[in-house]
């Protein structure tokens, strides 16, 4: 095919046609999908919520030990078991607030995770543009060496 063609000409068009050519190249952050980065902030919000219900378990089994062992009378007994109950439901709205945030957090990561991916896919196909048409450069200065 190249025969009429000196070796040093054609060892120059094809190292010419391919220095536009650039290997993609991806970090660990952009490699994860919207999908794999909202699972991962949902089980971080499951695990806090799991954490504080945790908390306020073990909070109320401390209020009641503690009224059990100090009060020896019914009505003071009442009394503190009321308070303990106010608090676990304070600590259940606290979770409940923090379950809300995180949520809302998961979202806004999700939301910038996808514009991220929509980012770096234009780039890719900007590239790609610009190495096929110093490729299609490359191959129409070829055919008009080969023709002259």
Do not use: W
């Not at 499951?46 to 209020?63: F, L, M, R, T, W």
């Not at 304070?90 to 990561?109: F, G, L, W």
């Amino acid at each position: 095919m190249f025969s009429s063609v000196p070796s040093y000409f054609r060892s120059l068009v094809f190292r010419a046609s391919f220095s536009n050519f650039r290997a993609f190249h991806t970090t660990p952050t952009v490699s994860k999908t919207v999908t794999e980065k909202a699972s991962d902030v949902a089980d971080k919000v499951h695990k806090k919520v799991g954490n504080g219900v945790a908390s306020v378990i073990e909070k109320g089994a401390q209020v009641t030990q503690s009224t059990k062992e100090t009060m020896g009378a019914s009505s003071n007994l009442i009394k503190n078991f009321m308070k303990a109950h106010e608090h676990a439901g304070d600590a259940m709205k606290k979770v409940k607030d923090k379950a809300e945030h995180a949520s809302h957090t998961a979202e806004e990561a999700s939301k910038a995770a996808g514009e991220q991916t929509k980012h770096a896919s234009n780039v890719a196909g900007q590239k790609l543009d610009h190495a096929t048409a110093g490729a299609r450069g490359a191959r129409d200065n070829l055919q008009k060496d080969m023709t002259k």
